[in-house]
């Protein structure tokens, strides 16, 4: 009796495990002002952060392009939807570049984190500040207001001092050691972003 030998076409691929998908990282420029830099830096810091883990879905959201709505139209526990709200929801963590201003950070990032809410609850973030002496009093200021909303600020951030000295053609270009600061603050935020990405799904705060 003669038993048929099972063919097998050793040059099909194997079964492939879909991973995660890639991390949905705001990149967010702070600053509204006409003259500013925080544009130039956030255009930086996005091109960096498109870099970490497997690759990240970067979106860079310009606040002096952003219409909020007014003021007065903001009610406790809500208000009209406003148009960056999807944005700020989908994302799983956040790069703020922000200029320190008097100490503390600009009115136009404060209206635009006490517009939201829910969109920004169990997130990460990790902060970029610059001024003269690098803006980090800024980010102290915005590490209370982020655990308000129950974000987790990363330890590392960075402070890029007098960074328009590092401007060459409309772009930032600075020594390596910024870079390689910024890259370590993202590396921690990949972490959080992925480890609270895993929690919101697999066990939901009950509030």
Request: aromatic content about 8%.
């Amino acid at each position: 009796m003669t038993t048929a030998t099972p063919s097998y076409d050793t040059a099909s691929p194997r079964p492939h495990r879909a991973g995660p998908p890639p991390l949905r990282i705001a990149v967010v420029a702070a600053s509204v002002r006409k003259e500013r830099l925080s544009r130039t830096l956030a255009d930086w810091a996005a091109g960096r952060a498109s870099g970490i883990g497997a690759g990240a879905d970067v979106d860079l959201i310009d606040l002096a392009e952003c219409d909020l709505p007014d003021d007065g139209e903001l009610q406790p526990g809500g208000g009209p939807r406003s148009v960056i709200a999807d944005r700020i929801e989908r994302a799983d963590g956040y790069v703020i570049v922000t200029p320190e201003y008097n100490h503390s950070y600009p009115a136009g990032l404060k209206r635009a984190v006490d517009w939201h809410y829910g969109e920004w609850m169990f997130k990460a973030a990790t902060v970029i500040s610059y001024g003269v002496q690098g803006g980090l009093l800024a980010t102290e200021h915005l590490r209370g207001v982020f655990a308000e909303l129950h974000v987790v600020t990363t330890r590392r951030v960075v402070g890029l001092r007098e960074p328009w000295n590092d401007v060459h053609d409309g772009g930032f270009a600075p020594p390596p050691g910024p870079g390689e600061a910024v890259d370590e603050a993202l590396r921690e935020l990949a972490w959080w972003a992925e480890t609270l990405r895993a929690a919101r799904r697999d066990r939901p705060f009950r509030r």
